[in-house]
């Protein structure tokens, strides 16, 4: 069987979590790395033995000839970065979201069916040891037939939360689900409906985004339907999505690790306070075979890197396609576009510019203000454009 040659392009949080799982995993090698900043390529390069360190993502590649080229950089590279690699004709695996708009999606897309090569975006959480526990459950009929899915983000800007954590959960819904058909959003600001001088400058980097709060309904074939909320909470709060069925209801829960949650299962529709009738089943994760727990490699991103070895063995695309990463880039700007205008939004969308520049310019108004890219620092400012504080 082949082993897949990779090198990381970033090697910061996500690109020293993605590199830890391939250098994990039996069937991947990392030959180099890259990165503008020394101290981080030192860094890493010493903790994984890997000699080969560049600040030059083309000559790495000429080098060394890797199979994929893991982009785990901030989204506002994520267009540049990912056409740059595709030239080569190389897979790609890029953090998520894959884009900060359709049109930049589209193009990534393109350049990678041009250069006949894959792309997989990283939502490790729709391939880990909880999800799979989940769709098991599913798949065995355990909940019935699936009628609605309920998710909520973490405690950040809804906004921001929607094109951080939300792409995840989108995912994970749309693993259930299949594709979503059309959007209905409402947001708010500071307690009123988005304008478009809310329309700002996302922190992270992750392009224009709108709303404080955002509470969104996703319709999918066979009647199914989703509600989604990204509320900015004034305190931290663990993401979770509910699969409600005909006979059951499942909970996901784990999303971040390191949390005494999982995944569990109500063997009835509904429930109420206080009803032991019918109590919570625990869902044991489903590890990869291959998996080590001593290894520093998270297991949900070990099993992403499992799922992108049997893809390449099997001539397909990944589970977490980059069509699926463009799609959920889809369901996120129709969110922002139902929001602003008010309406439902059929997906795809004809329209493929960022909706929210487009509200703003159709009312007068220039591209936002920049604002600082920290979350801590964008929240103040933010804070301070609202009149909370001086």
Not at 267 to 273: E, F, I
Not at 284 to 303: F, K, L, M, T, W
């Amino acid at each position: 069987m082949k082993n897949y040659r990779v090198a990381i392009l970033g090697c910061r949080g996500r690109g020293t979590a993605a590199a830890r799982a391939y250098h994990a995993h039996p069937r991947t090698e990392i030959v180099a790395l890259c990165d503008l900043v020394q101290d981080l390529l030192d860094t890493l390069g010493d903790e994984l033995g890997v000699a080969a360190r560049y600040t030059d993502l083309d000559a790495m590649i000429s080098q060394h000839q890797p199979d994929i080229v893991a982009i785990p950089t901030g989204t506002e590279f994520h267009h540049s970065l990912a056409l740059r690699v595709l030239e080569h004709g190389v897979h790609i695996d890029i953090e998520k979201p894959l884009c900060v708009d359709c049109q930049q999606a589209d193009e990534v897309l393109a350049k990678a069916r041009e250069k006949n090569a894959r792309i997989a975006v990283h939502h490790q959480g729709r391939v880990g040891v909880y999800m799979q526990a989940v769709a098991k459950a599913l798949a065995e009929g355990r909940i019935g037939q699936l009628r609605h899915i309920h998710g909520h983000g973490k405690t950040y800007y809804g906004g921001y939360n929607l094109m951080n954590i939300g792409t995840h959960m989108i995912n994970n819904m749309l693993k259930v689900a299949g594709p979503c058909h059309s959007v209905v959003a409402t947001a708010t600001t500071d307690g009123h409906a988005i304008t478009p001088t809310d329309v700002v400058p996302s922190p992270q980097g992750m392009g224009t985004i709108a709303g404080e709060h955002i509470t969104a309904t996703l319709s999918f074939a066979d009647g199914v339907t989703a509600t989604l909320l990204q509320h900015r909470f004034p305190t931290p709060v663990n993401p979770v999505i509910e699969f409600c069925g005909s006979e059951g209801r499942l909970v996901l829960s784990q999303l971040v690790w390191k949390r005494d949650l999982g995944a569990f299962l109500l063997p009835q529709p509904h429930y109420a306070l206080n009803d032991q009738r019918e109590p919570w089943e625990v869902l044991a994760p489903i590890y990869c075979e291959s998996y080590d727990p001593q290894s520093s490699a998270h297991p949900d991103d070990y099993a992403y890197v499992e799922e992108y070895v049997a893809a390449l063995d099997e001539g397909r695309e990944h589970e977490c396609s980059g069509s699926a990463g463009h799609h959920i880039v889809e369901i996120m700007m129709g969110i922002f576009e139902s929001a602003a205008y008010g309406k439902r939004v059929d997906l795809p969308q004809q329209d493929r510019a960022h909706p929210l520049l487009r509200w703003r310019r159709e009312n007068g108004l220039p591209p936002p203000d920049p604002m600082p890219r920290p979350y801590a620092e964008w929240l103040a400012a933010e804070d301070v454009r609202l009149g909370r504080s001086g």
